[in-house]
Nanobody, 115 residues
Framework: QVQLVESGGGLVQAGGSLRLSCAAS????????MAWYRQAAGNERALVAI???????EYADFVKGRFTISRDNAKNRIDLQMNNLKPEDTAVYYC?????????WGQGTQVTVSS
């Protein structure tokens, strides 16, 4: 059993910053690739950023240069630093852990960016 708990969402003005955290517990280790996804109302869930066990990262084009994903292996946690937020970043943000034979998702945290 794996549990992922996101935190750090909220309401922020355009141009502001937020830092999301995802605390992982259970059958998960530093070898799991982790990621942040987001889902805006009426849209499909989309990959935002991903980080593997070595710390290699990839970002969606729409967040490159603004968001940074990081992981703290000692704390079994990943973070998403979001800067220069835009109204179009408004969405529920989900943490995901890739595993075998299945992946796990957190419950999501709402991020709302006002113009």
């Amino acid at each position: 059993q794996v549990q992922l708990v996101e935190s750090g969402g909220g309401l922020v003005q355009a141009g502001g910053s937020l830092r999301l955290s995802c605390a992982a517990s259970g059958w998960i280790s530093n070898s799991n690739t982790m990621a942040w996804y987001r889902q805006a109302a009426g849209n499909e869930r989309a990959l935002v950023a991903i980080i593997n066990s070595r710390g290699d990262t990839e970002y969606a084009d729409f967040v490159k240069g603004r968001f940074t994903i990081s992981r703290d292996n000692a704390k079994n946690r990943i973070d998403l630093q979001m800067n220069n937020l835009k109204p179009e970043d408004t969405a529920v943000y989900y943490c995901k852990a890739f595993g075998v034979p299945r992946d796990w998702w957190g419950q999501g945290t709402q991020v709302t960016v006002s113009s």
